[in-house]
């Protein structure tokens, strides 16, 4: 039983189904005769046509497609898409999209990619369109499950080593995600005296306005508007605050409890968006036309992922949109995802063998919407491979097992089951032999054991190449972004990983991947805790073996703020009166918290220097960041788990302004100091602060010797290449004035 059946044999068992296939596959029409367009989306549809017919009255229906990318707009119910323009003659393709209006609702476009909507009832329409490629718009996730000071935020905030200090002032940051409170004091200035929130679109919303050039949900951007609406509207989670939480660390500003965030002077973008890449991508392109009005640098945090979509390449149609947007100098930021403590992954490189591995599977009753596992593969460009499932006794033994499927003989799906003992094991299989995003082969099995006796275990086999393998929980509302593991239970059997588990969006190549670890703090006996890897934060690389994540920062036990309009329940850390309502405040985990801390971090360099591009922001990322005894000696092209380091903000802003110099001197300037660069290299620049008549300096030792003296008016520029290591303090002796002080520590 557990032989490897040869290839031959695999292909015949597979033809054989294919004609079931041919006969039932009632989507065939539904494919453009020109695009190419993935097995998953066809199955979706028939999926989705056959649910409509079933419910044709809409209430019905939007009740029983959650699972889906369905809104209402316009009075109207929607599918939403992502699309690719063909390279020539893209401006008439377009021209020919918008033609198919109100059929088609054309959204926003970069880089040949195009997010679309299109009417449930006209579904038809999907065969003439102009398009290279389009799929059905991925579901997105939220990613979750004493920040500023483990970042070093606090320090750029204080303006500590610097020429100034930076609070992210004339820099937007873009925060896609759900669950906003917009009155929330978290996002006025410290004074508690305006708001900062720029700008809102809630595309929930079922009367507008929308927001100019786009014909769904409610946009503001004056603060009237904004205060009129107050919050997000519920959606498909409920009244939710996650959005609020992750906008309070990145640019909070305190909301009177000192709780400050990254970028507390900075300016707010909130997107509420449907759920969908193509949603998505829409807020994108609106909070870009937000920046490129005002004139500002645009930072979008991402904090929720796509894990059963996409192509964990970097190579997904909304990969490419985010790199067009990075290419004109937005700065993407994304959590790395939450499933670093499961083993979900599998590999193999094949000489003409076979894999096994045991599924684990999420119990059937942890969850109202829980099916089944999602099974997930992919291999190498021109590696064809074959694929099954087995069933197993309580003891491993195999007792039934599935037909063979093998990739050459895709495009295909299927909708089967298996039945053993009078238990139903449902599946369903799409199958692409090159996948029109990356020409890799594909495959994708979705299994419902329920609560049958029997294990299941993979099977894959493969002439040579390299397969991975992904087991996720898979509901019934089309979500669920965790993983479940793989198991060795008979020799010969593969124990699963967490490698390589890093999803759309944060796997875009323009893309600051963010993993997660506990803050660092002072116990009350002055020593330094916390500082290791969550143990929840996703690891890398990509499908392709890119580095990710990037840059890791705070992810647990983050306090922020909470949504007050919420009807979720949670414990509260502190709250605070606010114009006659109390607001709370919360710790959370995960690297949706983790996520926002860079962003905001960017920000604060982005303000630094508003010429930065996106590249220059990663770079400046890259080589400030920290190592400690926790992440161990970190390789030059970065680790999988902590990517470059630990992020340092005050470092980070020094880079990018080009006073980055050798590490030899560093320095707790008092308040009537600005001190740079810290550390310096040759010259130490000094900047009295309400200083304007002349005064005397001198450099002083431990022993009250005199190193260095003499004259000034206005900031000083002191050659420090000589001077003795130690502790030095610099005095400056105004005429008619206290004396001033700051200790240096050369080394």
């Known amino acids: 039983m557990n032989c490897a059946p040869s290839l031959a044999d695999m292909r015949s068992q597979a033809i054989a189904l294919c004609f079931v296939l041919a006969c039932s596959a009632s989507v065939d029409a539904q494919g453009s005769h020109a695009a190419q367009v993935p097995m998953t989306t066809r199955m979706a549809l028939s999926e989705l046509m056959d649910l409509r017919n079933a419910y044709p009255e809409d209430k019905a229906f939007i009740e029983e497609v959650s699972q889906y990318p369905v809104?209402?707009?316009?009075?109207?119910?929607?599918?939403?898409?992502?699309?690719?323009?063909?390279?020539?003659?893209?401006?008439?393709?377009?021209?020919a999209m918008t033609a198919m209006a109100p059929a088609v609702m054309v959204g926003a476009s970069k880089g040949g990619v195009l997010s679309f909507r299109v009417d449930v009832d006209a579904l038809a329409v999907l065969e003439d369109l102009p398009l290279t490629q389009w799929h059905l718009a991925g579901k997105a996730v939220a990613d979750l499950e004493k920040a500023r000071y483990g970042t070093r935020a606090d320090s750029v905030q204080a303006g500590l080593g610097l020429?100034?200090?930076?609070?992210?002032?004339?820099?937007?940051?873009?925060?896609?995600?759900?669950?906003?409170?917009?009155?929330?004091?978290?996002?006025?200035?410290?004074?508690?005296?305006?708001?900062?929130?720029?700008?809102?679109?809630?595309?929930?919303?079922?009367?507008?306005?929308?927001?100019?050039?786009?014909?769904?949900?409610?946009?503001?951007?004056?603060?009237?508007?904004?205060?009129?609406?107050?919050?997000?509207?519920?959606?498909?989670?409920?009244?939710?605050?996650?959005?609020?939480?992750?906008?309070?660390?990145?640019?909070?500003?305190?909301?009177?409890?000192?709780?400050?965030?990254?970028?507390?002077?900075?300016?707010?973008?909130?997107?509420?968006?449907?759920?969908?890449?193509?949603?998505?991508?829409?807020?994108?392109?609106?909070?870009?036309?937000?920046?490129?009005?005002?004139?500002?640098?645009?930072?979008?945090?991402?904090?929720?992922?796509?894990?059963?979509?996409?192509?964990?390449?970097?190579?997904?149609?909304?990969?490419?949109?985010?790199?067009?947007?990075?290419?004109?100098?937005?700065?993407?930021?994304?959590?790395?995802?939450?499933?670093?403590?499961?083993?979900?992954h599998v590999s193999h490189a094949f000489?003409?063998?076979?894999?096994?591995?045991?599924?684990?599977?999420?119990?059937?009753s942890a969850h109202p919407s829980m099916w089944g596992q999602a099974l997930t593969m992919w291999g190498e460009e021109g590696a064809d491979f074959s694929a099954g499932f087995m069933l197993t006794s309580m003891g491993s033994n195999v007792v039934l097992e599935s037909p063979w499927y093998a990739t050459e003989d895709g495009p295909m799906m299927l909708d089967s089951m298996l039945i053993h003992d009078g238990d139903t094991i449902p599946f369903?299989?799409?199958?692409?032999?090159?996948?029109?995003?990356?020409?890799?082969?594909?495959?994708?099995?979705?299994?419902?054991?329920?609560?049958?006796?029997?294990?299941?275990?993979?099977?894959?086999?493969?002439?040579?190449?390299?397969?991975?393998?992904?087991?996720?929980?898979?509901?019934s509302n089309g979500v669920g972004n965790w993983g479940q593991d793989f198991m060795s239970t008979s020799d010969g059997w593969l124990d699963g990983n967490p490698d390589f588990g890093v999803q759309s969006p944060a796997c875009s190549e323009s893309v600051i991947a963010v993993a997660a670890y506990y803050s660092e703090y002072l116990n009350p006996l002055g020593n330094e805790g916390g500082g290791t890897l969550a143990n929840f934060s996703t690891l890398g690389p990509t499908l392709d073996g890119r580095l990710k994540p990037e840059i890791s920062a705070p992810g647990v036990s983050v306090e922020s703020s909470m949504s007050s309009f919420t009807d979720a329940s949670f414990n509260a850390t502190e709250t605070v009166e606010f114009n006659g309502i109390t607001y709370s405040f919360a710790k959370l985990s995960g690297t949706s918290m983790s996520g926002p801390a860079v962003a905001g971090i960017v920000a604060l360099m982005l303000q630094a220097n508003p010429e930065l591009t996106v590249d220059g922001?990663?770079?400046?990322?890259?080589?400030?960041?920290?190592?400690?005894?926790?992440?161990?000696?970190?390789?030059?092209?970065?680790?999988?788990?902590?990517?470059?380091?630990?992020?340092?903000?005050?470092?980070?802003?020094?880079?990018?302004?080009?006073?980055?110099?050798?590490?030899?001197?560093?320095?707790?300037?008092?308040?009537?100091?600005?001190?740079?660069?810290?550390?310096?290299?040759?010259?130490?620049q000094v900047k009295p602060k309400g200083l304007d008549q002349?005064?005397?300096?001198?450099l002083v030792d431990a022993t009250g010797r005199s190193r260095d003296s003499g004259q000034g008016h206005g900031p000083l520029s002191l050659d420090a290449a000589g001077w003795p290591s130690g502790a030095l303090v610099l005095v400056l002796r105004p005429e008619g004035a206290a004396a001033q002080a700051v200790r240096l520590i050369v080394d």
């Open 71 to 95: 809104a209402r707009m316009e009075g109207r119910l929607t599918v939403g898409f992502v699309g690719q323009l063909p390279m020539q003659n893209a401006a008439a393709a377009m021209e």
């Open 163 to 344: 020429p100034e200090a930076f609070h992210g002032e004339d820099v937007l940051i873009g925060v896609v995600d759900w669950g906003f409170d917009y009155t929330h004091p978290m996002f006025y200035d410290s004074a508690l005296t305006y708001s900062r929130v720029r700008g809102v679109w809630d595309q929930f919303r079922q009367t507008g306005p929308a927001p100019a050039g786009y014909s769904y949900g409610r946009g503001a951007e004056t603060p009237e508007d904004i205060a009129l609406l107050a919050a997000d509207t519920a959606n498909i989670y409920s009244f939710a605050y996650h959005g609020t939480h992750v906008a309070g660390i990145a640019g909070g500003a305190g909301a009177g409890v000192e709780l400050i965030g990254m970028a507390p002077r900075s300016e707010l973008l909130f997107a509420t968006f449907l759920i969908d890449e193509a949603a998505a991508m829409d807020a994108f392109a609106w909070m870009q036309g937000v920046a490129e009005a005002d004139g500002k640098r645009l930072v979008i945090n991402n904090s929720w992922s796509l894990p059963q979509f996409g192509t964990k390449d970097g190579q997904g149609l909304i990969n490419q949109f985010i790199d067009a947007m990075s290419e004109e100098g937005v700065v993407f930021v994304a959590s790395a995802g939450n499933n670093g403590d499961s083993d979900f």
């Open 351 to 364: 000489e003409a063998d076979t894999m096994r591995t045991r599924v684990q599977f999420y119990p059937e």
């Open 428 to 475: 369903d299989l799409v199958v692409e032999a090159a996948h029109p995003a990356n020409g890799r082969p594909f495959a994708r099995f979705r299994i419902r054991k329920g609560t049958a006796p029997v294990g299941v275990g993979l099977q894959v086999a493969a002439e040579g190449g390299v397969v991975h393998c992904w087991n996720t929980t898979h509901l």
């Open 617 to 684: 922001v990663r770079e400046a990322l890259r080589v400030t960041a920290r190592e400690d005894d926790h992440t161990g000696e970190i390789p030059a092209e970065g680790s999988t788990v902590w990517g470059w380091g630990k992020v340092n903000a005050v470092r980070a802003v020094q880079e990018v302004l080009g006073i980055n110099g050798v590490e030899v001197m560093s320095g707790t300037p008092s308040d009537a100091f600005a001190v740079w660069p810290n550390p310096v290299g040759d010259r130490l």
């Open 694 to 698: 002349a005064f005397e300096w001198s």
